[in-house]
Nanobody, 120 residues
Framework: QVRLVESGGGLVQAGGSLRLSCAAS????????MGWYRQAPGKQRELVTV???????NYADSVKGRFTISRDNAKNTVYLQMNSLKPEDTGVYYC??????????????WGQGTLVTVSS
């Protein structure tokens, strides 16, 4: 079993900052791409940002220049630093990872989600 556990969500005023964390645990051989998605009320889940195993990153246009994704491979953890938050950033943020298990299965794993609320 592989689990992703997110933390760091909460309520913040517009212009503020939050830092999300997502830690992977279980029988992991390697973690490949890791990313963050979000789902606003009444909308579909969308990709926010992704980071490859080699550290290359990609961001949705709506968060470029404000959000930064990073990872600590020794801790099997990915982070999302969110600055200059806007009310439209409100939603449930989900961590996602491609995992190779110790028995060489290739899995896509999701976290349970953490709520970010940005007040105007």
């Amino acid at each position: 079993q592989v689990r992703l556990v997110e933390s760091g969500g909460g309520l913040v005023q517009a212009g503020g900052s939050l830092r999300l964390s997502c830690a992977a645990s279980g029988i992991i051989f390697s973690l490949n791409a890791m990313g963050w998605y979000r789902q606003a009320p009444g909308k579909q889940r969308e990709l926010v940002t992704v980071i490859t195993g080699g550290g290359s990153t990609n961001y949705a246009d709506s968060v470029k220049g404000r959000f930064t994704i990073s990872r600590d491979n020794a801790k099997n953890t990915v982070y999302l630093q969110m600055n200059s938050l806007k009310p439209e950033d409100t939603g449930v943020y989900y961590c996602n990872a491609r995992v190779i298990t110790m028995d060489y299965r290739d899995l896509e794993v999701w976290g349970q989600g953490t709520l970010v609320t940005v007040s105007s």
